[in-house]
Every structure is written in C-alpha cells, then in structure tokens.
C-alpha cells in the first residue's frame, strides 16, 4: 500500500469519526415523495432564515430542473456549510450507494459514468456544522446494501447506577436511518456525553444499558448481538459483522477499569471537583444577579415629566449639556470611560464634574450600568465571599451596595419626560435656556467668563503636553507642574487659545532645540526649560512686550474636550481657538436682572450705573460731595453684616466697604489730600469683582458702593448721575 493510499484512507477515517457524532433534524426529499431525486440534510443549530435558504437551494420542480436561481456565491457557501444532498438516483460506480454533494456544481460533475462518492475517492464530503448528522462509515466494496437494520432494544444493566443507564439511553437514541446511503442520525452528539465524569460514551453507555439487535447473533459467542459503539451498529448497514459487548476484549477492559475502586475513587473525586465547579459557577452567576438587582433597587428609573428641573451653577449645567450632546448613545448617556474624545481638558476633574450632575439633580445613575461601576461592601466579589465563607457553599452570603460609585463608569439618564428620549430633550432645552447669555444676572454672566478662562487654560496645558511629546520630550515634572498652571491661568486672562498655543509652540521648539544643542542633558531639564521659556512669553504678551505680532494657531492636532465645543460652539457660538475672555465679555449681552428664588425675574430690581460713569461725576461735580461724606457712607455699609439681614451680599459690601476705607486712610496719610485719598479709593473699587444683589440692585460690589455713594450724593443735590 501507497503512501497516497493510506492518507486517503487515513483521511476517510478522520472523517469518518467526525461524521459519525453528528445529529440532524431537518430532512427534506425533492420534488416530492413519490418522485424522490434529492434526500437534503440541514445542520440541526442552522437558524430558520439559512434553513429556509439551504431548501430553496435544493428545491427542484417536477420537470427535475432547479426551482430557483442562486443570487450570489455567498448563498452557495452558506448553503455548502450548513447542508449537503444525498442524489437518490445517482450511485457511485465503485460501491453502489448514492452520492453525496454539498453544491449544485458538484452534482453537474457526477452526471457522468464512472462518478465515485466521496468514501470511494480520496476527498471526503466536509464536515457538516455541529448539529449535522450524517454518518460515512467504513464499507465492505464486495458487499451490497442490506435490508434496513432494526433499531436496537435497549435493556439497563442490572445494579447500574441510574445515571450510567439514562446515558446510556441518551447515546443509543435514534433520529433517522437511510440504509441507502448507510446513514445514521443520532439524536445528540457524542462528544457531548463526555462531561458526565465517566470518560468514553461508548464505554459509559455499555456500562449502563445493553443495545440488543434480537434477530442478530454474535459471530463468536452465538448469543443475542450486544452492540458495542454506533460505529458497530453502523457496520451493520456495510455488511460488517460485529462482535457483542462481552466478546469484545478491548471493552471488557474498559468496564473494569470502569469498576476498578482505584478508578472509581479517581472518578468520583473529579466528578465531586466538577460538581464542585459547577456550583461555583451557579454562585457566581446568582451573585452577579443579586448584584444586578440590588442597583435596580437602589437606582430605579423614575420618569418625573411633571417635576420642573432644577437650576445649578453654570459650570454644572455646562457639563450635563457637554453629557447630553457628545455621549455616543442617549438612551441612556454611555459611560465617559468609553468616549474617544474627553470629556474636560483635564481628565482628573471629569469624575467630580459628573458626580456634580446626579447631585445637582440635572442627571441620574441609570441601573443598567455595569456592576464595576459600583462600590461594594466587603466581600466586595463572588471570589472574596466564597474566599471569607471558608469553601462552605452554604455560607455564602449577598452583595451589599454602598453608597459610592465610579461616575465615569456608570451609565446616566434624564428624568424629566416620560421617557429616556423625551428626557434628555427636555433637560437639553432647558439647559440651553439657562446658558443663554441673554437670560443671564450679571453674577451668572461673571461665572460664565470663569468658566471659560479656565477650559482655555486647560485646553492650553494640554496642547504644551501634545508639543513637548512630538518632540520626543518627557511630561513636565511635578515640582513645575505649579508654574505652568498658574502660566495658562494668566495668560488666559488676556489671550485666546490660539494665541497661547502659539507660546507654547514656540517654548517647546525652543526646548527642542536646546536639546539638540545639549545632547548630554537630562530630557526632563528640557521640558523644565520649555515651561521656563513659556512663563517669559506670556510675561511679555499679557505685559505688551513682545517684538512680534501674536497670531493665534487655528491648527493644534490636539481635539478639543466637550466641555469647550459646548462653551464655545453651542453657548457663546464663537471661535474657541481665536476668542479670548476680554472678547466674550465685550460682545456679552445684557445682563437681566436679578432672579427670584422662583426662577423668574423680579421687575422690581435695577443694575448700577457703570463704575466709570460714577468716577467721572465724582470728578466733574466736587461741590456735590466731601469726604467726611464719603467716610460715613463707607463706615454705615460696614454695618451692614450686623442685622438681622439674611441677604449674602450684605458681608460681601461690609469687607469690601471696610477694605475701601483701609484704602482712603493709608492715602490720606500718604499725601495729606482727603478728597485725592476718596477719588484714589473709589477707584480701587474696580478691583472689588464678586457679583452681588442687595436692596433691589444688582452688580459687582465695587460698582455697588461707588453708585450708592452718588446716588444718595445726587439725591441731595435734587439731580440724578446721568443728567449731565
């Protein structure tokens, strides 16, 4: 024999052996029964749409021809992968059975006289998907097809334990039989009885049952033929000749290793691990349900359409709107941990900022999160409470959810509207309202500003990070981490973002530079020297000293975070790379006037005059004034904090009242000038910035004073401060 002749055989084996744990459910004869061409085998796990495709593949019409065109060769390979036919009326020239095809193409090519099936060439059918069934079997070539082999009579083994036998039943069950093509369907697969603990099937099942053929004798003992595997009973339909179960060496072995007590306790231990195992399993998933459960109690969802949403600052609103806009689904807000771009230029914020969202009320923690997205108490995992219960299944106990979770892992939702759609949409119109310049008090407007300078401070840190690494440099060090943030902060102040990405372009390629120059230098002194160089350039640009005109770079490759696509794009719809503080404040509109805790606007309320208006009728009008006066206006607002007034702005305008008279003192005894020491003092009041509402006005403190001191000046002359 060849060595081509036994890989063919070799390879027939193999599949042989595959074929033969293979079950099928759906079987199909075409045209019809009485005029049967085609037997069609359909994979048992095929979902009904392929089931529906592999019939209207084979499907012939009475005439023999194809009832339906193929549409694409992506049908005929999901058809070839999930079912074959038997040629009912096409024998192989070899041995006499029917062939089997997987295509239509196939077929076409065994239209022919001297086609052989696939046992009797050296290529085999390929396997059909788990789930199939169709057996090749070995064949004897003199032998004819015999008559259809009755199915065997399955008997238990006296003293068998009842789980050997019902496997035993489960291996013998039968689903069809084709003694044409030697076919044998079995109901389920072999491989699949073999997590029992009882090692082979075959051998489990002997031990448990006896599959009996009555009209069959052994060929050795000439008792009733006990089959040994399906491959003897498949032998049958071939013309073998079978020994029985005890006439079998090799199995008579195999139920005494069986039944030895070394392998019985060998056995038993490994089936109590695997029962051990499988409980473990069964704890971990009823763990993780309880854990489900128990954030579904904590955190149900609740659809409040009817309750009005709440207000927060402008930083909190900022970032729901931010959540609401840039999440990657609505339904509900995905976790952040998952979004491509940031949400805030500095990740260590983004946490709290959230977590500021579902305090504030604007947002929810929807209990579809994962379960890491939750703090537990101790045992805080199916492991650590099986670990604390000592291996005593039993004494396992629940989870317990705490009070603290992960924001940036958790999903969230809105509350407002009847549904996780309607909710968003309405907490986004209102949110939008609520940042509307236009809609804002001036101490809203004030917080808007802040907000702003600080997202271009950030987003500027995080392009000197981005330059300094294209350059192969490392992160600045932590010991001047400090002084590049309070560098951004100022030059925030005074430029765009632009322009400092423009500084710190230029600092990096300075610090790049240096290190070409000095090659033995440490690479952290050369971010050192680029945060160095970038404090000198925003000096000398917020101070007017530079040599060179300031353009700002409109291209960073560095993406923008949520928070200042919101800010810029949606809320102050402005440039956020050439747009400074001093720009949004200058084209800022009207601020309204003060809200009443309803959330409408009081009419009853009135913003100061400008402070530079105040000033200059101080200035102009000296008779009307004196500064005793001015003192003993300053001295009565310090008295301010000591009523029983609950207003918060009352201790801002004592301290700053208090701080304004400090102020005309050390002039007065500077200079020897009462009424200088009053006009110097009134003008530091432009330092004095907290926002404040007290006695129906509205205004920064300094602005607040300075006002209230000409207008009662003005009251006295009979005239009001902008007359003249």
């Not at 003694?179 to 009882?198: I, Q, Y």
């Not at 100022?490 to 090659?519: F, K, M, T």
């Amino acid at each position: 024999m060849g060595k081509r002749e036994r890989r063919r055989r070799r390879e027939r084996a193999q599949q042989q052996a595959a074929d033969r744990n293979i079950a099928a459910d759906l079987v199909t004869v075409q045209p019809s029964e009485e005029d049967p061409h085609l037997k069609v085998i359909v994979a048992a796990d095929a979902s009904s749409e392929v089931r529906s495709t592999c019939v209207a593949y084979w499907a012939l019409a009475p005439d023999g021809a194809w009832k339906h065109a193929v549409p694409d060769p992506s049908t005929t390979a999901t058809v070839s992968a999930n079912s074959y036919a038997v040629a009912l009326r096409l024998t192989c020239s070899q041995c006499g059975r029917p062939v089997s095809v997987r295509t239509r193409r196939q077929l076409a090519r065994l239209q022919s006289p001297g086609r052989r099936c696939a046992s009797c060439t050296s290529s085999v059918v390929p396997r059909p998907t788990d789930g199939e069934a169709t057996t090749s079997i070995e064949r004897n070539d003199e032998a004819e097809p015999q008559a259809l082999i009755p199915r065997p009579v399955i008997e238990p083994v006296p003293e068998a334990p009842e789980e050997l036998v019902t496997l035993g039943r489960r291996y013998w069950e039968i689903v069809s039989r084709d003694p044409n093509s030697a076919c044998v369907a079995w109901r389920f697969r072999a491989a699949s009885l073999e997590g029992h603990g009882w090692g082979k099937p075959h051998v489990a099942a002997a031990a448990g049952v006896r599959a009996i053929l009555p009209d069959r004798s052994c060929r050795r003992c000439g008792g009733p033929l006990t089959l040994t595997s399906r491959w003897a009973y498949q032998q049958l339909f071939e013309g073998g000749d079978p020994g029985c179960v005890d006439c079998t060496p090799r199995m008579q072995d195999a139920l005494r290793r069986l039944h030895d007590p070394e392998h019985v306790a060998e056995r038993t231990a490994l089936q109590e691990q695997a029962q051990r195992a499988r409980t473990e399993q069964d704890i971990k998933r009823q763990w993780s349900a309880q854990q489900r459960e128990a954030i579904r109690e904590r955190y149900p969802v609740r659809h409040l359409q009817e309750a009005p949403i709440p207000h927060a600052g402008v930083r909190t609103e900022l970032t729901a709107l931010a959540l609401l806009r840039y999440a990657a689904s609505a339904n509900p807000l995905g976790p952040v941990d998952l979004w491509e771009a940031p949400l805030l230029p500095e990740p260590q914020l983004v946490a709290g900022a959230v977590a500021e969202t579902v305090r504030a009320g604007l947002l929810a923690v929807h209990p579809d999160s994962v379960t890491g997205a939750f703090t537990w108490e101790e045992p805080r995992t199916a492991e650590e409470a099986l670990a604390r219960a000592g291996g005593d299944l039993d004494a396992v106990g629940q989870p317990e959810l705490s009070d603290r979770y992960y924001p940036t892992r958790a999903a969230h939702y809105s509350p407002y509207g009847s549904s996780l759609g309607t909710g968003a949409a309405a907490l986004d119109a209102h949110l939008i309202d609520r940042l509307n310049p236009g809609r804002m008090t001036l101490e809203r407007q004030h917080e808007l500003l802040g907000v702003l300078v600080e997202l271009i401070a950030r987003e500027a840190m995080r392009y000197f990070d981005y330059q300094l690494q294209v350059r192969h440099l490392p992160a600045v060090p932590d010991t001047h981490f400090v002084r590049l943030r309070d560098a951004t902060e100022r030059a925030a102040e005074a430029l765009s973002l632009g322009e400092i990405n423009n500084l710190a372009w230029r600092a990096a390629v300075r610090a790049a530079d240096a290190a070409q120059i000095y090659p033995g230098a440490p690479r952290a002194n050369m971010s050192t020297h680029a945060v160095n160089r970038f404090e000198a350039y925003v000096q000398d640009a917020v101070g007017g000293g530079l040599d060179y005109p300031l353009k700002p770079y409109t291209n960073s490759n560095v993406e923008l975070s949520a928070a200042t696509r919101t800010l810029f794009y949606t809320v102050l719809d402005k440039n956020p790379v050439t747009t400074s503080r001093a720009d949004a404040e200058r084209e800022m509109p009207p601020a309204v006037l003060s809200v009443a805790p309803g959330g409408d606007t009081s009419p009853d309320t009135v913003q100061p005059l400008p402070l530079d208006t105040s000033l200059a009728w101080l200035r102009r009008h000296p008779e009307g004034w004196t500064p005793e006066g001015f003192i003993a206006y300053l001295q009565g607002l310090q008295n301010l904090d000591d009523g029983p007034e609950t207003n918060t702005s009352a201790p801002v305008l004592a301290e700053a009242a208090m701080s304004l008279a400090t102020v005309w003192r050390d002039l007065a005894g500077a200079t020897g000038d009462a009424r200088a020491a009053a006009l110097g003092a009134a003008s530091a009041a432009r330092l004095m910035t907290t926002p404040v509402t007290y006695d129906l006005v509205s205004g920064y403190c300094g602005q607040w004073i300075i006002d209230g001191f000409v207008t009662e000046s003005e009251a006295r002359r009979g005239r009001k401060p902008g007359d003249d």
